[in-house]
C-alpha cells in the first residue's frame, strides 16, 4: 500500500514530466520520435534546430525516460520510451480535437 509520502513524490514526478512536455520545442522532438527510430541530424534538420540543440534536449528527455535511444553503428536513432508515452500524446490531440460540448459546460 502507498503512502501519502509515495503519493507526493508520484506527483512531484509527473509534475517534472509536464515541465518537460511543457516546452514546445522538446515536446516536437518527442513527436518526431513517435512515428519510427529518427537521428539527431535528421531531427535537427526537420525541425530546423541545431543539432547540438537537439541533442542537449535528448539528454533531458532520456533521463526522464520520455525517449530511448539505440545505436546502430555510427548513429544513434531515438524513438519515444514506451507506449505509455505515445498513449499519452495521442490522448491529449485527441481531447484537443474534441469539439467543445453542445452546452457550454464541460464535464
Known sequence: MSTPHDFDYL???LADLFHLLGDPT????VLACLAQPIAVGD???SLE???SLVSHHL???RAARIVKAERQGKQVF???ADAHISGLLANMFEHLAEPDSPNGIDA
Request: proline residues 0%; charged residues 25%.
Open 59 to 61: 539528454r533531458l528527455l
Open 78 to 80: 531515438y524513438t519515444a
Open 26 to 29: 522538446r515536446l516536437r522532438i
Open 43 to 45: 531531427i535537427a534538420a
Open 11 to 13: 506527483v512531484d514526478e
Open 49 to 51: 534546430l541545431s543539432s
